[in-house]
Protein backbone atom coordinates (compact mmCIF):
# COMPACT_ATOMS: atom_id res chain seq x y z
CA UNK A 1 0.00 0.00 0.00
CA UNK A 2 1.21 3.57 -0.60
CA UNK A 3 0.53 6.07 1.26
CA UNK A 4 0.07 9.36 -0.15
CA UNK A 5 -1.41 12.36 1.80
CA UNK A 6 0.07 13.30 5.43
CA UNK A 7 -2.40 15.57 7.52
CA UNK A 8 -1.36 17.32 10.75
CA UNK A 9 -4.69 16.86 13.52
CA UNK A 10 -5.04 20.04 14.76
CA UNK A 11 -7.58 21.85 17.96
CA UNK A 12 -11.10 21.78 14.97
CA UNK A 13 -10.11 18.43 14.11
CA UNK A 14 -11.07 16.57 17.71
CA UNK A 15 -13.87 15.51 19.09
CA UNK A 16 -15.09 16.13 22.81
CA UNK A 17 -13.13 13.11 23.66
CA UNK A 18 -9.52 15.20 22.83
CA UNK A 19 -8.81 12.92 19.97
CA UNK A 20 -9.20 13.02 15.99
CA UNK A 21 -12.99 13.19 15.20
CA UNK A 22 -13.85 10.26 13.04
CA UNK A 23 -15.80 12.23 10.49
CA UNK A 24 -13.22 14.32 9.72
CA UNK A 25 -11.20 11.77 9.07
CA UNK A 26 -13.49 10.15 6.93
CA UNK A 27 -13.98 13.22 5.56
CA UNK A 28 -10.26 13.10 4.33
CA UNK A 29 -10.39 9.77 3.64
CA UNK A 30 -13.56 10.24 0.89
CA UNK A 31 -11.27 13.69 -0.13
CA UNK A 32 -8.12 11.56 -0.94
CA UNK A 33 -9.94 8.40 -2.22
CA UNK A 34 -11.92 10.47 -4.79
CA UNK A 35 -8.52 12.58 -5.94
CA UNK A 36 -6.80 8.89 -6.53
CA UNK A 37 -9.79 7.48 -8.34
CA UNK A 38 -9.90 11.01 -10.21
CA UNK A 39 -6.59 10.56 -11.54
CA UNK A 40 -6.60 7.10 -12.07
CA UNK A 41 -9.56 7.02 -14.30
CA UNK A 42 -9.03 10.13 -15.66
CA UNK A 43 -12.86 10.88 -15.39
CA UNK A 44 -13.37 14.58 -13.36
CA UNK A 45 -16.71 12.86 -12.09
CA UNK A 46 -15.85 10.08 -10.26
CA UNK A 47 -17.69 9.53 -6.63
CA UNK A 48 -17.81 7.39 -3.83
CA UNK A 49 -20.37 4.44 -4.34
CA UNK A 50 -19.66 2.04 -1.99
CA UNK A 51 -17.34 1.91 1.50
CA UNK A 52 -17.46 -1.30 3.38
CA UNK A 53 -17.52 -1.48 7.25
CA UNK A 54 -15.25 0.88 9.13
CA UNK A 55 -12.72 -0.77 11.64
CA UNK A 56 -11.49 2.29 14.13
CA UNK A 57 -7.84 0.58 15.60
CA UNK A 58 -6.97 3.40 17.31
CA UNK A 59 -7.38 7.00 17.75
CA UNK A 60 -4.80 10.09 16.76
CA UNK A 61 -4.50 13.22 19.12
CA UNK A 62 -3.96 16.70 18.62
CA UNK A 63 -0.13 17.02 17.29
CA UNK A 64 -0.20 13.98 15.58
CA UNK A 65 0.84 13.54 11.83
CA UNK A 66 -0.90 11.16 10.34
CA UNK A 67 -1.17 9.59 6.56
CA UNK A 68 -3.83 7.74 4.42
CA UNK A 69 -2.76 4.98 2.35
CA UNK A 70 -4.86 3.43 -0.89
CA UNK A 71 -4.52 0.70 -3.16
CA UNK A 72 -6.23 -0.06 -6.09
CA UNK A 73 -8.04 -3.99 -5.98
CA UNK A 74 -10.33 -3.98 -8.86
CA UNK A 75 -11.23 -2.24 -11.59
CA UNK A 76 -14.90 -2.37 -13.25
CA UNK A 77 -16.46 -1.38 -15.72
CA UNK A 78 -16.72 2.29 -14.42
CA UNK A 79 -15.32 1.59 -11.27
CA UNK A 80 -12.59 1.51 -9.26
CA UNK A 81 -12.16 -0.70 -6.48
CA UNK A 82 -9.93 0.28 -3.71
CA UNK A 83 -8.69 -0.42 -0.06
CA UNK A 84 -7.44 2.22 2.52
CA UNK A 85 -5.55 2.74 5.76
CA UNK A 86 -4.94 5.49 8.21
CA UNK A 87 -1.69 5.38 10.54
CA UNK A 88 0.35 7.33 12.44
CA UNK A 89 2.87 8.73 10.43
CA UNK A 90 5.73 8.62 12.97
CA UNK A 91 4.66 5.33 15.26
CA UNK A 92 3.35 3.77 12.02
CA UNK A 93 0.41 2.48 14.27
CA UNK A 94 -2.73 1.58 12.88
CA UNK A 95 -5.68 4.06 12.76
CA UNK A 96 -8.41 3.02 10.89
CA UNK A 97 -8.61 0.11 7.90
CA UNK A 98 -11.21 -0.25 5.13
CA UNK A 99 -11.21 -3.40 3.29
CA UNK A 100 -13.09 -2.23 0.01
CA UNK A 101 -14.38 1.53 -1.31
CA UNK A 102 -15.96 1.24 -4.44
CA UNK A 103 -15.63 4.86 -6.66
CA UNK A 104 -17.97 5.08 -10.24
CA UNK A 105 -17.09 7.51 -12.89
CA UNK A 106 -20.41 9.45 -13.72
CA UNK A 107 -21.67 11.09 -17.42
CA UNK A 108 -22.63 14.50 -17.48
CA UNK A 109 -25.96 12.90 -16.52
CA UNK A 110 -25.32 11.40 -13.61
CA UNK A 111 -25.08 7.74 -14.99
CA UNK A 112 -22.15 5.55 -15.06
CA UNK A 113 -19.73 5.96 -17.41
CA UNK A 114 -17.12 3.34 -19.01
CA UNK A 115 -13.26 4.52 -18.16
CA UNK A 116 -11.72 1.66 -19.96
CA UNK A 117 -9.05 1.23 -17.25
CA UNK A 118 -7.22 -2.31 -16.23
CA UNK A 119 -4.40 -0.97 -14.07
CA UNK A 120 -3.20 2.03 -12.19
CA UNK A 121 -1.46 3.86 -14.56
CA UNK A 122 1.42 6.01 -12.91
CA UNK A 123 1.44 10.04 -14.27
CA UNK A 124 4.94 10.54 -15.56
CA UNK A 125 6.17 14.09 -14.71
CA UNK A 126 5.44 16.16 -17.83
CA UNK A 127 8.43 18.37 -17.69
CA UNK A 128 11.23 15.81 -17.09
CA UNK A 129 9.93 13.75 -20.28
Known amino acids: ?3 HTR ?3 KPEDLNPNGTLFGGRLLQWID ?3 GIYAIIQLEIPRTVTKFMSEIDFVSSA ?5 IEIGMEAIAFGNSSITLKCAVR ?4 HKTIIEIDKIVMVSLDKEGF ?3 HGKTKVEYVKNRLNN
Not at 61 to 65: A, E, L, M, S, V
Request: hydrophobic letters at 40%.
Open 1 to 3: MKF
Open 7 to 9: KWV
Open 31 to 33: EEL
Open 61 to 65: KQGDI
Open 88 to 91: NKLT
Open 112 to 114: PLK
